[in-house]
Nanobody, 123 residues
């Protein structure tokens, strides 16, 4: 499975941004899809995940109520709508796919990763 993330950019605090991740080369609907981020000097952290059918979403506490993950299994895409952005959201954002997993928030459970897209939020 190949993943291509896009949509990052430079925005001001309070603005919105939508990330998108396009998948190819596999059966998209078989994968849990997740978004992770990594800020400079910090470890990669879980942001959000969505189950295969799109019926359940998970979020890290710091983005609950501001970010929304979604997927379209007919278009093989997963999106991350980010509202009310804060400077602490600045990071490289990665989409990832997990075939079988024990912990949706653990990066080691994901099999495939996109290349990352930079999100910078200025204060």
């Amino acid at each position: 499975v190949q993943l291509q993330a896009s949509g990052g950019g430079l925005v001001q605090a309070g603005d919105s941004l939508r990330l998108s991740c396009a998948a190819s080369g596999g059966t998209f609907s078989r994968y849990l899809m997740g978004w992770f981020r990594q800020a400079p000097g910090k470890e990669r952290e879980f942001v959000a995940a969505i189950t295969r059918s799109g019926g359940t979403m998970y979020y890290v506490d710091s983005v609950k109520g501001r970010f929304t993950i979604s997927r379209d299994n007919t278009k093989n895409t997963v999106g991350l709508q980010m509202n009310s952005l804060k400077p602490e959201d600045t990071a490289v954002y990665f989409c990832a796919a997990a075939g079988y997993y024990n912990n949706y928030a653990r990066s080691d459970d994901y099999d495939y990763w996109g290349q990352g897209t930079q999100v910078t939020v200025s204060s």
